[in-house]
């Protein structure tokens, strides 16, 4: 059974920033792109970043082009995907879930749909 177990959240001033970690149980984790999602308060839950199985290739909603970073630790076990948040800004604050992909030919898919296993979810608040 796959799982997701999330990390990072918290409370933090604009400007400032966050790492969320989300490790993956259960799934040969080399062979699975990875993604994050938030949803915000009385919004529809929406793409923010992914990451293909082998690390290469990233894709980013365009909201947080050049403040946050995917990354993924493939070669050392830990299982693990990761998204530094800089320049935090308040509309940032949403409730942060990392995804695997359905398949292992993901190609930039921003639908949740395209992602079958997800994690608890982690609080991001960021205050004025």
């Known amino acids: 059974q796959v799982q997701l177990v999330e990390s990072g959240g918290g409370l933090v001033q604009a400007g400032g920033s966050l790492r969320l970690s989300c490790a993956l149980v259960?799934?040969?984790?080399?062979?699975?792109?990875m993604g994050w999602f938030r949803q915000a308060p009385g919004k529809e839950r929406e793409f923010v970043a992914a990451?293909?199985?082998?690390?290469?290739?990233?894709?980013?909603t365009d909201s947080v082009k050049d403040r946050f970073i995917i990354s993924r630790d493939n070669a050392n076990a830990k299982n693990t995907v990761y998204l530094q948040m800089n320049n935090l800004k308040p509309e940032d604050t949403a409730v942060y879930y990392c995804?695997?992909?359905?398949?292992?030919?993901?190609?930039?898919?921003?639908?949740?749909?395209?992602?079958?296993?997800w994690g608890q979810g982690t609080q991001v608040t960021v205050s004025a």
């Open positions: 259960g799934h040969t984790f080399s062979r699975v792109a």
């Open positions: 995804a695997a992909a359905r398949t292992i030919w993901y190609t930039g898919s921003v639908l949740p749909g395209d992602f079958g296993s």
């Open positions: 990451i293909d199985s082998r690390g290469i290739r990233t894709y980013y």
